[in-house]
């Protein structure tokens, strides 16, 4: 009866613990709902910003390209127009001058100042480019229709004495196309100015140069005149939508007065991303009438299934501390010097496993080892643990691969009562001089990259733990400038893919062939074997060690 109470007092709490989670549940998804539009608006509004501020760019320099053009075509003609100001038969030359050597240019006038020359008060030859046969014809301004000396190009320069560029206008009886005119004033021998020079500029290339800035399906381009004259805009373009609709981006273009100008409308921008957003939330109602769902059929076996969890757990715990335990005792920080780069990784098949390595660098020498335990789990991991605390106690002052290893063999052997062995490479490189004396324990034989691929001449000798007083024979191999040594267990070349094809050993040395550091090397082998064996489960521990050797003679 008292159990059935208790019980009936856990669902109660359960269910309460149930609504309150609903609860945060849908607080959490709406405000993670809410953060996710903005941050995705704000990106979205950030690579619109890239994109026309780019696109505003390379509009501009191509502006300025003929702009300078037409700049200098002016500014190189000006000497020329103040000869021809007292050789007045000759003042037709320098707008035919300015038009045939400037393609940019379709029209130019040296219209004088009025009663400058008393001989004929109005003066203003005019050369203009038939756009159809590319032919340069030639007129005269000084008519009372034209009247020239109220236009803009003309009053503007010659008020301020220097170069002006006029807002767009339809040259009507003189290049009778819609342009804009650079005008710059030109100065007799007294200072004072008697004409004006120019180069006009077909609006057209305008257009199709707006035509050719992309952005979005829907956006448009323009460009304004200093007075804010629209001179020339793409197709679409709605100049009275609301600016809190829109994202503008502008640019001016220098000296001129004109401003670039790209409009993006934000709802066609944001569309994608508010379907998304009604998409995410029939999603998030989804999953809270699952959560719901599924805290009622908790609630109702969990009294059941308590005390089965807390034993799972306080099981997976303990294994997640032997498991950090483990890792701690590895080396985290890898070395690196002018004469050695060296990387490592470990991977337990399990939370625990028997694969080890270490390193360090003691009197300009680096002694290493790597080593596989047989067996897995906490066996393996405990014989691990005390095999790498051996070999960092040994090497610590010895500089024998082989005595390191004899001393750790006769260690393990004496008190072996679970049969373990240990597979075991141990080196130890000098920085300097490159040689490199090594011991080989029943182990997988490095590999040594060089000139090409090969694995490290070893001889076997027997696995540690196995049996005390075992000889171990020491080799030793002098490494050239940029070899690596690649160290690795039998989880490498063991490794299975749904198939029960094993990676082997055809793959690692295939894999190893290109020049890389060592980092690299590291990466490549990691994503092969990951490649390989694709969804299979990981049956071993892997492990690897690469050492690259980079001191220069």
């Given at each position: 009866m008292r159990k059935n109470r208790q019980d009936d007092q856990q669902m109660g709490m359960s269910s309460r613990a149930g609504?309150?989670?609903?609860?945060?549940?849908v607080v959490t998804l709406e405000a993670t709902s809410i953060i996710q539009f903005y941050f995705a608006q704000k990106s979205i509004k950030e690579e619109a910003s890239m994109k026309a501020k780019s696109e505003l760019k390379s509009a501009e320099s191509s502006i300025m390209d003929v702009v300078d053009q037409a700049e200098a075509a002016v500014r190189n003609s000006i000497w020329v127009a103040e000869w021809c100001l007292e050789n007045p038969d000759s003042?037709?030359?320098?707008?035919?001058r300015v038009v045939s050597d400037n393609p940019v240019v379709v029209g130019s006038t040296l219209a004088l100042v009025p009663n400058y020359d008393k001989r004929q008060p109005l003066c203003a030859p005019y050369a203009y480019r038939d756009l159809e046969s590319d032919k340069i014809h030639t007129v005269s301004l000084?008519?009372?229709?034209?009247?020239?000396?109220s236009h803009e190009w003309f009053v503007r320069p010659l008020a301020l004495g220097k170069g002006y560029w006029s807002e767009p206008y339809y040259d009507d009886g003189g290049g009778n196309m819609l342009m804009t005119t650079y005008s710059m004033p030109v100065r007799d021998r007294e200072d004072k100015i008697a004409?004006?020079?120019t180069a006009d500029i077909s609006l057209e290339w305008l257009t199709n140069?707006?035509?050719y800035i992309q952005t979005y399906p829907n956006a448009y381009s323009m460009i304004e005149s200093r007075e804010g004259t629209i001179m020339v805009s793409t197709e679409g373009a709605n100049t009275s939508v609301d600016h809190k609709e829109v994202l503008s981006f502008q640019a001016p273009v220098e000296r001129t007065g004109w401003m670039l100008t790209i409009v993006i409308p934000e709802k066609d921008l944001m569309a994608a991303v508010r379907r998304v957003r009604v998409i995410v939330s029939l999603f998030q109602l989804l999953g809270i009438a699952m959560i719901i769902i599924i805290i009622r059929v908790v609630s109702r076996n969990e009294v059941k299934y308590k005390h089965l969890n807390m034993q799972k757990e306080r099981i997976q715990s303990e294994l997640r501390i032997g498991h950090d335990i483990q890792m701690a005792l590895i080396p985290k920080k890898f070395l690196w010097r002018d004469e050695i780069d060296t990387v490592a990784s470990i991977v337990p098949a399990k939370e625990v496993g028997g694969d080890l390595y270490d390193f360090s660098i003691r009197d300009d020498k680096l002694v290493f080892c790597i080593g596989d335990v047989s067996g897995k789990g906490v066996p393996a991991a405990l014989v691990m643990a005390v095999t790498l605390s051996l070999f960092r106690s040994i090497s610590s002052h010895e500089s024998s691969p082989a005595k390191i290893v004899t001393f750790i063999n006769d260690t393990l052997s004496e008190n072996n009562d679970?049969?373990?062995?240990?597979?075991?490479?141990?080196?130890?490189l000098d920085l300097q001089t490159g040689q490199l004396?090594?011991?080989?324990?029943?182990?997988?034989?490095?590999?040594?990259?060089?000139?090409?691929?090969?694995q490290l001449p070893v001889v076997s000798n027997i696995s540690l733990g196995v049996m005390c007083n075992a000889k171990y024979q020491e080799q030793s191999i002098r490494l050239n400038y940029d070899d690596t040594l690649v160290l690795y267990t039998d989880g490498i070349t063991e490794a299975e893919n749904s198939k029960f094809e094993q990676f082997g050993e055809v793959r690692l040395m295939k894999t190893m062939q290109d020049k890389r550091d060592a980092k690299g090397h590291l990466e490549a082998l990691q994503n092969a074997v990951s490649d390989f064996v694709g969804d299979a489960s990981q049956s071993d521990d892997i492990t690897m060690l690469i050492i690259h050797y980079l001191k220069k003679s």
């Open positions: 609504l309150l989670l609903v609860i945060v549940a003042l037709m030359r320098v707008p035919q000084a008519s009372e229709e034209y009247d020239y000396p004409a004006i020079l140069l707006m035509d679970g049969d373990m062995f240990v597979t075991f490479f141990c080196g130890v004396s090594y011991c080989n324990a029943g182990h997988n034989p490095p590999l040594l990259l060089g000139e090409s691929v090969s």
